[in-house]
């Protein structure tokens, strides 16, 4: 995915990212995901010390953030801190 902002720099509620290469698998829970037109799975993340964060600080429309959402080759995990 690539995200960015579009008039402005964010300031205020920047993206942030994890890296996934810090997230084990006790770091995630499964939950039903129920819509009228969907019905699957999601996982969503616990809290732990260990996950390494990352944001952007004042990001302008030039700065794209490209990231993973998903990954099904657990040796794929990697975080790039600066693609630019």
């Known amino acids: ?5 579009i ?10 990212l994890c890296d996934g290469s ?3 698998d ?3 829970v ?3 995901h129920i819509t009228r037109q ?3 799975s999601t996982m969503y993340g616990l809290f732990s010390r260990k996950h390494k964060w990352y944001y ?3 990001q302008t429309p030039e700065e794209l953030y490209f990231f993973k959402i998903f990954e099904s080759d657990p040796g794929g995990v990697r ?3 600066r693609l630019f």
């Open 22 to 24: 810090a997230i084990d």
């Open 26 to 28: 006790s770091d995630v």
């Open 1 to 5: 995915s690539v995200w960015r902002p």
């Open 79 to 81: 975080c790039l801190e």
């Open 56 to 58: 952007l600080s004042k």
């Open 7 to 16: 008039n402005h720099p964010a300031e205020d509620n920047t993206l942030t």
């Open 38 to 40: 969907y019905l699957e």
């Open 30 to 32: 499964e939950a039903d």
